[in-house]
């Protein structure tokens, strides 16, 4: 389930539902970017230094699991983990974005898990929903970015050695053996925007052939995001 337009007052909005995952997305901006904001953009785009200019537009998530989204109880106050995680699809979703239209302005995009069922496929649903969010609030981009996930398990037989949108017990029951695959992806342009890895891959050509699966399962949700974005016209 993916439906866009959920929050009257964001500029874009998206709910995804994937199996037991729950997710809504919000999007800000463009909008006057904040003095730290704009110094930290500045820097950034620059190399360094102390204008305040910066010559696109800044692209933030935060990221945050709602208390109840999973086993354990979450804390109300963002933790490293989930910083880490916006920062991942913040840099996943920026390459699609048009920022040099909006050089002295900021995007947001606020992601609330509502339910979570495993962290890659978590990881990779948001991406997708945010992505919708993006489309949703009219903001020029140059593609939609889909996303899929996988780990891949060297020791399980042939037949079973890559697992698609890993659920919480997946992961948990390979931990230590699986390498785990996020990909974020222009369907229309054929480019990854972000390959994010967790583990090591035995080669290369084990890592090109898992990257083609993977970008082949995010083909598919990107056929879901325009049917979305199409309905909340």
């Not at 953009?41 to 620059?46: C, N, Y």
């Not at 974005?97 to 978590?122: R, V």
Request: proline share 4%.
């Amino acid at each position: 389930v993916l439906r866009a337009g959920m929050i009257a007052k964001a500029n874009g909005s998206a709910y995804l539902e994937r199996d037991k995952i729950k997710i809504i997305c919000a999007v800000h901006g463009p909008r006057q970017r904040t003095a730290a904001s704009g110094a930290s953009a500045a820097a950034s785009a620059t190399g360094g230094g102390s204008t305040t200019y910066a010559p696109v537009a800044t692209v933030t998530c935060e990221f945050k699991y709602a208390p109840f989204a999973r086993n354990r109880r979450q804390g109300y106050v963002r933790d490293n983990n989930e910083r880490h995680l916006g920062t991942l699809v913040a840099d996943a979703l920026r390459p699609a974005i048009q920022t040099a239209l909006y050089p002295k302005a900021e995007i947001s995009l606020f992601l609330t898990i509502l339910e979570e069922d495993g962290e890659l496929a978590t990881l990779a649903a948001a991406m997708l929903c945010a992505s919708s969010a993006l489309g949703d609030a009219g903001i020029p981009c140059f593609d939609l970015v889909s996303a899929a996930c996988l780990i891949y398990l060297p020791n399980a037989p042939t037949a079973s050695q890559i697992c698609i949108d890993p659920s919480a017990s997946d992961e948990e029951a390979a931990v230590g053996e699986q390498v785990g695959l996020v990909v974020a992806w222009m369907p229309s342009r054929q480019q990854t925007t972000l390959v994010h890895i967790e583990g090591q891959f035995a080669s290369t050509k084990l890592a090109q052939e898992l990257l083609q699966v993977a970008t082949k399962q995010a083909d598919l949700g990107s056929a879901i995001m325009r049917k979305a974005l199409l309905e909340d016209v």
